[in-house]
């Protein structure tokens, strides 16, 4: 008796797949250098933890020193280069800047790579 192989389904059709014709190609170009700059941009392992602490809401860059056990510079060089991209959001309150994700592409980004590499065990 012989075991049937398992064949995966194929993977989805990314929606920025290029069309037959050029017309769709032209289009894809500019969505295609977006994501390449915050491809990036997220790469960075610093700038990443950053983003994540964020994703529960804003906070100071004394709190993100703190969560990160970093320091000022290092954390503001990291927050300027995500600020620069319009990932993060700045709010100063007197002497103190509050950074916020800008919009929910980096919260949604965050969920899928928590999906794919920090899978819940269950409990």
Known sequence: MTVPQYHPPAPPTPRCAPNEDETGSARMAPNAARASTFLKAISHEGRLAILCHLASGEKSVAELEHL?????????????????????????????????LA???SLRMLAGLSALFCPRTPG
């Open 68 to 100: 990160l056990s970093a320091r000022q510079p290092t954390v503001s060089q990291q927050l300027a280069k995500l600020k620069h991209e319009g990932l993060v959001t700045p709010r100063r309150d007197g002497k103190t800047i509050y950074y916020r």
């Open 103 to 105: 919009d929910n592409r």
